[in-house]
Antibody
């Protein structure tokens, strides 16, 4: 059974860079069938897609975050990572990683499974 | 602001049927996926594609779509269905950008 686990610092100072890693177990991150994504949820608010990556390295970012986001993949470690620069208090959120399935022929796409999430607080 | 619009809150009597809707231009081209999130937990996929349920999701959950509106229907709502529900799809540009609806808080009375 595929599992995803987020890891990284739970506290980041304003103006610094948030760095998180998602470790995939129970399956290969290099499968051509899947993409991988990061989603966040500020406390008490809704979900926001941050970005997605294909195992080949192709990346897609939320336009509202694009200037600050970098997502990368390390197939040798079965991991993908998120970096968000110049963080502010508005970036405080639970950050989730998830597998993204895209089936072009039927216009169907979905995120499953999700990691348990990790809370990142931006504060001095 | 979200390009997928959901009602903020919906309530249903125990055992009754409830429909949660999601509106957006992208839904004319792409199916929505639906996620259930209970307090303190990660979202869980409940419906994807035309009307597909992942393994382990009860068959009281179903999905449908018409025009720019996707719907999640719970037939015979149970107390454990009380949760936040989010829809998700590509954005209306059709680019590799995804967007979530603002979420619907479902209360089972």
């Amino acid at each position: 059974q595929l599992q995803l686990q987020e890891s990284g610092p739970g506290l980041v100072k304003p103006s610094e860079t948030l760095s998180l890693t998602c470790t995939v177990s129970g399956g290969s991150i290099s499968s051509s069938s899947y993409y991988w994504g990061w989603i966040r949820q500020p406390p008490g608010k809704g979900l926001e897609w941050i970005g997605s990556i294909y195992y080949s390295g192709s990346t897609y970012y939320n336009p509202s975050l694009k200037s600050r986001v970098t997502i990368s993949v390390d197939t040798s470690k079965n991991q993908f990572s998120l970096k968000l620069s110049s963080v502010t208090a508005a970036d405080t959120a639970v950050y989730y990683c998830a597998r993204l399935m895209i089936v072009v022929v039927i216009g169907s796409e979905w995120f499953d499974p999700w990691g348990q999430g990790t809370l990142v607080t931006v504060s001095s | 602001s979200s390009e997928l619009t959901q009602d903020p809150a919906v309530s249903v009597a125990l055992g009754q049927t409830v429909r949660i809707t999601c509106q957006g231009d992208s839904l004319r081209s792409y199916y929505a996926s639906w996620y259930q999130q209970k307090p303190g937990q990660a979202p869980v996929l409940v419906i994807y594609g035309k009307n597909n349920r992942p393994s382990g999701i009860p068959d009281r959950f179903s999905g449908s779509s018409s025009g720019n509106t996707a719907s999640l229907t719970i037939t015979g709502a149970q107390a454990e269905d009380e949760a936040d529900y989010y829809c998700n799809s590509r954005d209306s540009s059709g680019n590799h950008d995804w967007v979530f609806g603002g979420g619907t808080k479902l209360t089972v009375l």
